[in-house]
């Protein structure tokens, strides 16, 4: 069973700064592993699909990378809207989410 | 516009059963397989079951094999999670997803709203 470990649980930022969130993945899983964002009160939210590439929709500050066991989400100019919870996701298996705290 | 409702939710007692449905609009339902994933509250993402478009392979998380069958009418465009023996543990919203596949690979692209499910005495 491939395990999604996010880092870190908890991020307070503030608008206009640059977010990074990793995704480790216990094996490797070539490309494998989307992200989502999930607001309160809300379902989530596809917003990376195959590691990198950007779901239709999504804008463009959000990005993708990575592959193997090793993959990040970048918020760039963070906004007050993405005050949210971002899950990675591979499969039958969820990371154990990163909330993001807009200050 | 891809849509799928969820209902059938409520609050049930322990060793009480419930039957989930999720209602798909603008796609074919037919050609994507589905999936239910739970969300307890506060607490994270679990993947539950799958099953495939034409309803030939399915799949159950160990947590609710045995007592939880999932199903789907694509005459009805609906996908069904038949959940008995429920447990405290049970307690959580449950969402159905719908599944694209590429050439290589699977994503879950659109997800519902949700239908909450409480067992409790």
């Known amino acids: 069973e491939i395990v999604l470990t996010q880092s870190p649980d908890f991020q307070s930022v503030t608008p206009k700064e640059k977010v990074t969130i990793t995704c480790r993945a216990s094996?490797?899983?070539?490309?494998?592993l989307h992200w989502y964002q999930q607001k309160p009160d809300q379902s989530p939210k596809l917003l990376i699909k195959?590691?990198?590439q950007s779901f239709s929709g999504v804008p463009s500050r959000f990005s993708g990378s990575g592959s193997g066991t090793d993959f990040t989400l970048t918020i760039n100019s963070l906004e007050a809207e993405d005050a949210a919870t971002y899950y990675c996701?591979?499969?039958?298996?969820f990371g154990q989410g990163t909330k993001l705290e807009i200050k | 516009e891809v849509q799928l409702v969820e209902s059938g939710g409520g609050l049930v007692q322990p060793g009480g059963s419930l039957r989930l449905s999720c209602a798909a609009s603008g796609f074919i339902f037919s050609s994507y397989n589905m999936n239910w994933v739970r969300q307890t509250p506060g607490k994270g993402l679990e993947w539950v079951s799958y099953?495939?478009?034409?309803?030939?392979?399915?799949y159950y998380a160990d947590s609710v094999k045995g007592r939880f069958t999932i199903s789907r009418d694509n005459a009805k465009n609906s996908l069904y999670l038949q959940m008995n023996s429920l447990t405290a543990e049970d307690t959580a919203v449950y969402y159905c997803a719908r599944e694209y596949c590429s050439s290589t690979s699977c994503v879950d692209d659109y997800w519902g709203q949700g239908t909450l499910v409480t067992v409790s005495s």
């Open positions: 099953i495939s478009s034409s309803s030939s392979t399915i």
């Open positions: 094996q490797s899983i070539g490309s494998n």
């Open positions: 195959y590691a990198s």
């Open positions: 996701h591979q499969k039958y298996t």
